[in-house]
């Protein structure tokens, strides 16, 4: 997977994100390299489940 292909695909779960949580705003979804942890941290205490059980819900969708 290239750098473009990763930016893609992180476009579309940053979509589904915000479908799915309202509360999220960009500023919450913005990624920048290297803090992933980070922006999962801040994603799961903004709507208080694990990382997993969004991860569940995206797939769902």
Known sequence: MNS????????????KLK?????LTD???QKTEGKEDELWGRIQK???KTKEAILDEINKL
Request: no cysteine; glycine share 18%; charged share 30%.
């Open 19 to 23: 479908q799915t949580y309202g509360e």
């Open 27 to 29: 500023d919450d979804l």
């Open 4 to 15: 473009t292909q990763a930016e893609g695909n992180w476009d579309v779960v940053k979509g």
């Open 46 to 48: 903004k709507v208080g």
